[in-house]
């Protein structure tokens, strides 16, 4: 029974750390999700509920991950099941850095299929700030297909539609 107590408590760690990594994709602080959740998840609570001190039930976790705007199973650990760690790649090629926020304000066909394309890709790496997201060069056969350009040209299609990321 003991046995069983430390792997539900280790499991408790792993989700609160899930949850904490979301949160904190979110730029959002303890008490920024209680002010923005109307006091549905009070700080305290959900601090508890990071630090694996508290258990959370699946309505309350569905109820949160609505709130981040994420998948549910995103808030639950992941034992590396889509290899999403270190793969090898060099990702310092040729990179773009997509304003997933401007996409999401374009209509049509093409847009709306990016739009799937990037949230497959946040899923799989698990990476939910939702206004930018950087593709990777194996990415612009893809993304050329969807938007109809020659693969050299994604980056000046997307720049031309002002999807490229620009930091201030």
Do not use: W
């Not at 899930?18 to 209680?34: G, W, Y």
């Not at 899923?123 to 990415?139: A, H, L, P, S």
């Not at 056969?141 to 020659?150: C, E, G, N």
């Amino acid at each position: 029974m003991e046995e069983f107590d430390e792997e539900l408590s280790a499991y408790s760690r792993k989700v609160g750390d899930r949850l904490r990594a979301i949160r904190r994709q979110k730029r959002l602080s303890l008490q920024d999700v209680e002010a923005s959740s109307e006091f549905e998840f009070k700080a305290s609570v959900l601090g508890a509920y990071e630090r694996g001190e508290r258990a959370i039930s699946v309505p309350r976790l569905e109820r949160l991950a609505s709130f981040y705007a994420v998948p549910i199973d995103q808030l639950l650990p992941q034992d590396d099941v889509h290899g999403g760690g270190d793969s090898g790649v060099d990702l310092t090629r040729s990179k773009l850095a997509i304003n997933v926020s401007k996409l999401s304000q374009l209509s049509g066909q093409p847009f709306e299929t990016l739009q799937r394309f990037l949230r497959l890709i946040q899923v799989q790496r698990q990476d939910f700030n939702g206004k930018v997201i950087t593709i990777r060069e194996d990415d612009h056969r893809s993304i050329a297909a969807m938007l109809d350009v020659p693969v050299d040209l994604v980056p000046a299609r997307l720049e031309a539609l002002d999807l490229l990321f620009q930091p201030d």
